[in-house]
T-cell receptor, first 114, second 109 residues
Framework: KAGVTQTPRYLIKTRGQQVTLSCSPI?????VSWYQQTPGQGLQFLFE???????NKGNFPGRFSGRQFSNSRSEMNVSTLELGDSALYLC?????????????FGSGTQLSVL | AQRVTQPEKLLSVFKGAPVELKCNYS??????LFWYVQYSRQRLQLLLR??SRESIKGFTADLNKGETSFHLKKPFAQEEDSAMYYC???????????FGKGTRLSVIA
């Protein structure tokens, strides 16, 4: 089985621009979660999608948005980029939120905002 | 809101020494606790979960509801254990997995 695939691997943008990141979950997984990883803050939860519906949302400004398609692929968008948005963005997929369910992570998209 | 605290950013131990990575959580109910690990240049991956009561790569973790802790332990550290370790918490229902800020374990030869 192919793992969680995130594209692109690296992105360099300037302040004020917008960016779209893509995530393809493991086949059969319907849940996709997004996290922002930084050295100082660790992993911070952005949002979770399940069957095309946003099921949970973290404490991030409205500039961060996402969606999930019928094939479970997900995208996240960040508008009006700020320097502080520079981070590794991780996507994780899972079958469903059953007890003890594990998440499978992608390699991430490294976003640098200049 | 649920919170996970990993008090040590960096933990250095000598090879063969015991290891304990601390994790405390804030939640009054019955949580699900996990340890995830990220080795250099690899993806973040599940190490173990309390519900399975398993030992993986010699690591164990016991959920202590009284102390709200889920410390990760290994009796004899190996160089290949050097990695970033994250404790994570999930509460009942369709809630997201919440991570601590992580502890970097460095095993010195």
């Amino acid at each position: 089985k192919a793992g969680v695939t995130q594209t692109p691997r690296y992105l360099i943008k300037t302040r004020g621009q917008q960016v779209t990141l893509s995530c393809s979950p493991i086949s059969g997984h319907r849940s996709v979660s997004w996290y922002q990883q930084t050295p100082g803050q660790g992993l911070q939860f952005l949002f979770e999608y399940f069957s095309e519906t946003q099921r949970n949302k973290g404490n991030f400004p409205g500039r961060f948005s996402g969606r999930q398609f019928s094939n479970s692929r997900s995208e996240m968008n960040v508008s009006t980029l700020e320097l502080g948005d520079s981070a590794l963005y991780l996507c994780a997929s899972g079958r469903d939120s059953g007890p003890g369910e594990k998440l499978f992570f992608g390699s991430g998209t490294q976003l640098s905002v200049l | 809101a649920q919170r996970v605290t990993q008090p040590e950013k960096l933990l250095s131990v000598f090879k063969g020494a015991p290891v304990e990575l601390k994790c405390n959580y804030s939640y009054s109910g019955s949580p699900e606790l996990f340890w995830y690990v990220q080795y250099s240049r690899q993806r973040l991956q599940l190490l173990l979960r309390h519900i399975s009561r398993e030992s993986i790569k010699g690591f164990t973790a016991d959920l202590n509801k009284g102390e709200t802790s889920f410390h990760l332990k290994k009796p004899f550290a190996q160089e290949e254990d050097s990695a970033m370790y994250y404790c994570a918490l999930k509460v009942m229902g369709n809630t997201p997995l919440v991570f601590g800020k992580g502890t970097r374990l460095s095993v010195i030869a």
